[in-house]
């Protein structure tokens, strides 16, 4: 015999102990998309079961396929559009009384989480509870299946919620990496003629999502990145060579003497030749 015991909650996710409610199922399509037209008034969860394409949450875009959840909190206006010639299915989940401890009303997560979780291993088994809360209500009397899928959906968004808080773990850890890795490419090709889609091209990674990371890792863009690299090669040039203004705008990347003035300007206040006169006469 097999036996499982439980232990009492001594750190409850849920606020109080009024379940939360299951207002909405629905299977959404390539067909029958987009998301239904009351979503937004409530708490909801998006789950990519083929296919791919794009989630948009208050005009941030967040590229999703099969395996993704996305949790959408109260009040986020948003959309999913699958991406051009892919079959896509994708099932969402409506819910009331939402209340997470720590959080207000209707939220999952606090409003600047980055709100996409990938089930990984765990994908069967949220398929599962999905799954399951179809059966419910076509098998259980209507007085019933309320309840009954009020509780699974509770145990449905427990698991989420720990498989969101060991996913965010493990990519803050790769980020972290990732950020570094490119932030040494830059290092070492700053003065090469560079734009977004050819670094990214050259690390395979998406543009966006090298954007993404490296803003995360460093407080700024790669471009904007770049640029402070090349203008501090050029302060180092101005004070310790004769070399004209041009000749070190075209060392430090900048084909265009002007564009580079302007550039500098910007950035440190005054003219390259004000610069060099400046601090040469300290």
């Given at each position: 015999m097999s036996l499982l015991t439980f232990n009492p909650t001594t750190n409850p996710r849920f606020a109080s102990e009024q379940t939360v409610q299951l207002s909405y199922l629905c299977l959404l399509s390539s067909?029958?998309?987009?998301?239904?037209?009351?979503?937004?008034?409530?708490?909801?969860?998006?789950?990519?079961m083929k296919g791919s394409g794009t989630c948009t949450i208050h005009?941030?875009?967040?590229?999703?396929?099969?395996?993704?959840?996305?949790?959408?909190?109260?009040?986020?206006?948003?959309?999913?559009?699958p991406q051009n010639g892919t079959a896509t299915r994708a099932l969402a989940l409506g819910f009331k009384r939402?209340?997470?401890?720590?959080?207000?009303?209707?939220?999952?997560?606090?409003?600047?989480?980055?709100?996409?979780?990938?089930?990984?291993?765990?994908?069967?088994?949220?398929?599962?509870f999905f799954q399951q809360t179809k059966k419910i209500i076509t098998s259980l009397p209507s007085q019933l299946h309320q309840e009954a899928c009020n509780h699974l959906a509770q145990a449905l968004i427990l698991l989420i919620l720990e498989q969101y808080n060991h996913t965010t773990v493990a990519n803050r850890d790769?980020?972290?990496?990732?950020?570094?890795?490119?932030?040494?490419?830059?290092?070492?090709?700053?003065?090469?003629e560079l734009s977004l889609s050819q670094i990214a091209q050259n690390l395979h990674i998406s543009p966006y999502y090298l954007s993404h990371i490296f803003k995360e890792c460093t407080g700024c863009s790669p471009m904007q990145y770049i640029t402070q690299l090349r203008i501090s090669e050029a302060q180092n040039l101005l004070l310790s060579t004769k070399q004209s203004v041009t000749t070190i705008a075209m060392q430090c990347g900048y084909n265009n003497s002007n564009y580079f003035q302007s550039v500098f300007s910007k950035f440190v206040g005054m003219p390259p030749g004000k610069y060099r006169n400046t601090w040469k006469q300290t």
């Open positions: 067909d029958t998309l987009p998301l239904p037209a009351d979503c937004c008034d409530q708490a909801e969860i998006l789950f990519i005009n941030t875009s967040h590229p999703v396929s099969r395996g993704d959840i996305v949790l959408v909190n109260q009040g986020c206006l948003h959309s999913f559009l939402l209340q997470i401890k720590g959080l207000r009303p209707g939220q999952f997560l606090p409003s600047e989480a980055v709100p996409i979780i990938h089930t990984g291993h765990t994908y069967p088994l949220i398929a599962q790769a980020a972290y990496t990732l950020g570094q890795y490119i932030k040494t490419y830059l290092d070492n090709h700053y003065l090469e």
